[in-house]
């Protein structure tokens, strides 16, 4: 992973990743920031709604919604389908 002007623990990133997903180093190396970005958000709120931190089920749900750009950023592309509505591919 290149170095970037944000301070972030690359280690600490990897444990998280691998302990979660079963990912190698060389496959995490392969993500964007975006995309690393998005997965620890979902993992850290999944382990606050498990332990009882979430303030509400709403609050939660709000923070667990994905835009389209967060999807973009996870590498998705938007595409218009034969019935005329948009979705994205991951």
């Known amino acids: 992973m290149a170095t970037s002007d944000y301070d972030i623990d690359w280690a600490e990133v990897v444990d998280i990743l691998s302990r979660e997903y079963g990912w190698t180093i060389d496959y995490i190396k392969t993500l964007d920031l975006g995309q690393i970005t998005l997965l620890l958000r979902t993992i850290k709120n ?8 979430a303030s509400s089920s ?15 950023a ?13 979705e994205i591919i991951i």
């Open 46 to 53: 999944r382990y606050e709604k498990q332990n009882g931190e």
């Open 58 to 72: 709403e609050d939660l749900e709000k923070d667990n919604e994905l835009s389209i750009s967060d999807f973009k």
């Open 74 to 86: 996870m590498g998705g592309k938007e595409r218009v389908r034969e019935d005329g509505r948009t």
